[in-house]
């Protein structure tokens, strides 16, 4: 049974969500609220920074001055994006340290997107277009998520994932115009990328243990499904003005609903990746642990200097 001042602070919390308010750190959640928030921020945070790895894989060979330039803006923002977003998760009590770790120990998830390789520099560009494209559907509604921390730090995210869809979809208008080997390029990217997108989304509604109690809590805004509509939606008539195939001959509009009807992606697959068996999950992984481990040194001079820091005030006045 509950005592009064708990039914008092869980029927605050409830009363938040309805009026569609924010909690902040320092309200009463639920448990099992606090839990959600943190595996899918950690995850999200994750996501940014094994994201890195695909793209960063070009940058030594991008073909001019001015790719490599956007390409390295383009991943140093995902750098700050999982930085914005570990902060966010701190405020519910997990240390960056202890995400950190998790991650490298296979006990926190990141997207399956991430575990496919990168095979050409139109990938560089397919990338920004249809996985920062997809990112942004399912980004833009969490603007608005139920958890304060969370949804301030995904309104600059949103901003800068808009600047990443187009200039993916810069680079592969740029080969379209190009040389017949580069439309192929192009296309062989999209055949490639095109279901993993889809995969972003998360698994069909039906099969998605965790979206009604999370839509109830206002942390998820629309479902899988919904959100994998709107991209498919989005995305068609961008393909069209660059020219090319999206690889579903199904795919057509529907008038009745509104929308267009598409093939959904071998969802065996995704269970496959998102259990550690996709083309390049060890890699991401193993990567991600051997820069930690050679960016220890970094972490102990930041905090030696940081006590330095604190102790030198005090050092400095019984010297006067
Ligand atoms: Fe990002
Ligand atoms: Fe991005």
Not at 309 to 315: L, N, R
Request: glycine residues 6%; aromatic residues 8%.
């Amino acid at each position: 049974m509950m005592t009064a001042p708990a039914q008092a602070e869980e029927a605050s919390f409830e009363a938040t969500l309805a009026r569609h308010d924010r909690i902040e750190p320092r309200d009463w959640m639920p448990e099992r609220y606090r839990a959600t928030l943190v595996r899918q921020i950690a995850q999200h945070a994750h996501s940014e920074i094994i994201g890195m790895q695909p793209e960063g894989a070009w940058i030594t060979r991008a073909p001019s001055l001015r790719r490599k330039a956007i390409l390295l803006a383009k991943v140093q923002d995902e750098a700050g994006h999982g930085l914005y977003l570990y902060s966010a998760c701190e405020t519910l009590g997990v240390s960056r340290q202890e995400l950190t770790e998790k991650l490298i120990e296979g006990k926190q998830k990141y997207s399956s997107i991430f575990n496919y390789p990168t095979l050409s520099y139109a990938d560089v560009g397919t990338i920004g277009w249809l996985v920062d494209g997809a990112a942004i559907c399912n980004q833009v509604p969490l603007c608005r998520t139920s958890y304060g921390p969370y949804g301030r730090a995904m309104i600059r995210v949103c901003k800068e994932e808009s600047f990443h869809q187009r200039q993916g979809f810069e680079l592969l208008a740029t080969m379209m115009r190009g040389t017949d080997a580069q439309r192929a390029m192009v296309q062989e990217s999209v055949d490639r990328f095109w279901w993993p997108a889809l995969m972003m989304f998360g698994p069909p509604d039906a099969d998605s243990s965790h979206t009604a109690q999370s839509m109830a809590w206002g942390i998820k805004r629309d479902t899988n499904d919904e959100l994998r509509q709107k991209f498919v939606d989005m995305t068609v008539p961008q393909a069209r003005a660059l020219g090319v195939t999206l690889p579903d001959p199904d795919l057509v509009w529907n008038d009745e609903k509104g929308g267009h009807d598409f093939t959904q992606p071998d969802w065996a697959e995704f269970r496959d990746v998102v259990s550690g068996s996709g083309p390049c999950n060890a890699q991401r992984v193993a990567h991600r642990r051997r820069a930690h481990e050679d960016g220890a040194w970094v972490r102990e001079a930041a905090s030696a200097f940081a006590r330095r820091q604190q102790q030198e005030p005090q050092q400095q006045e019984a010297v006067s």
